[in-house]
């Protein structure tokens, strides 16, 4: 089920050190599947914070065969999707340090 679009282009500034690279490289691969399980578990469980969705793919991604990523990729998946206007953030007026909270656009006819 995927409901994002691919985006390309560079994931690493050119002064980025070439471990960056790596990394961007390989988050490339696994990018769309982490965002549509994002989407997927806000169906799901409605609204969560990002380390809620962190640690919801740590556990769902065993039983539904997502890739294997990095702790974080979930909750910096879902701040994509808010950029992009995929999904929203429930408090962006809260003071920084405070966790966004990630919900579904509601579906307006």
Wanted: glycine fraction near 10%.
């Amino acid at each position: 089920m995927s409901t994002v679009r691919e985006t390309g282009g560079p994931r690493a500034r050119l002064t980025d050190p070439i471990s960056s690279h790596v990394a961007a490289d390989e988050s490339g691969k696994t990018r769309q599947a982490v965002a549509d399980a994002v989407v997927h578990m806000l169906l799901q469980r409605g609204p969560l914070t990002g380390r809620e969705l962190n640690e919801g793919y740590t556990i769902a991604h065993l039983i539904y065969g997502w890739p294997t990523v990095a702790f974080d990729s979930p909750r910096k998946r879902a701040g994509e999707l808010a950029r992009e206007g995929f999904i929203v953030v429930l408090n962006p007026d809260d003071p920084r340090g405070t966790p966004h909270i990630y919900a579904l656009r509601e579906v307006t006819s």
